[in-house]
């Protein structure tokens, strides 16, 4: 049991990076649209139907946009639960995020409450420790062979566990950025999307025709040499988190065909209160006990597991 959950853990990190990163050579600048005339304010002219479409869509993604949390820290227990195959295992655990710093997730063992492994990404590094075997992988984006090829992208990242837009290769998005996206307004009561597409990779958010919300974010990597992965994050149970609505509820359902053999793996992270205490190291320091091992030994121990 406490083998399976480490290495479930890790295979998740995995096909999360293979998922949401963005490799660096697909990396492009924003295509170029034609700009819309508009007022002195900066709002399109409803001269005419398109001008209207044009403008309902643009006040729909800034709706969507609006709706970041203004809190640089989200902290809070969790229950962690990972499905693969025949496995099911759910565990205890507690996640910590600092806006544009760190992303934390810490795994317990069953009924011991003793931690089993954490997953830590920053901006500089990710790390996954496995506390069971005294082992870990750490490294820069680019030096890791499995994170350098699949793009993984810290800030990519932190908008799917925030709940928010991203544009692959950016840090943040503005307003003036939001015309990168594609908005189909849909007459479904409830969800409009926003897509985005680069190369292989493609990306569309389904948020809440009323509230901007974000309730479901699906990306998709395609390729004849490496096969295609696909993501789905989906948010529910919204709670007050300052003056702006979290989820309390993800759940990330991944496939790929990038493996020897095809892995499908489902995540769900439910969070027990919302926390914004600051008062928590944002570095983990291992003792010399800890073994480092490279990301090739992890992958090769998962692929079997």
Known sequence: ???NIVRLMMVAVVFAVTSCGTKKHLVKEPTVVTPTPTTPSGQVKPTDTKGMEDLRKQQFAEKVLDNTVYVDNITSKI???IKSGSKDISVNGKIQMRRDDVIRIQLSVPVLGMEAGRLEFTKDYVMIVDRIHTEYVKGDYNKVEFLKNNGLDFYSLQALFWNQLFLPGEKTI????LKTFTVDLKNDPKNSTLSLKR???SYVWQA???TGLIKQVDAQYS???SGNTKLQCTYDDFRPLGVKQFPTNIT???????????KHI???????GLNTDSNWDTRTTLSKKYKEVTADDVLKKLMNF
């Open 208 to 210: 809440d025709n009323t």
């Open 1 to 3: 049991m406490k083998k």
């Open 223 to 225: 390729s004849q040499q």
């Open 79 to 81: 229950e962690f639960t």
């Open 252 to 262: 990330l359902d991944m496939n790929t065909s990038a493996t020897q053999k095809a």
């Open 174 to 177: 503005t307003k003036d950025k």
């Open 266 to 272: 489902n995540v769900n992270i439910r969070m027990k």
């Open 199 to 201: 190369d292989r990779l």
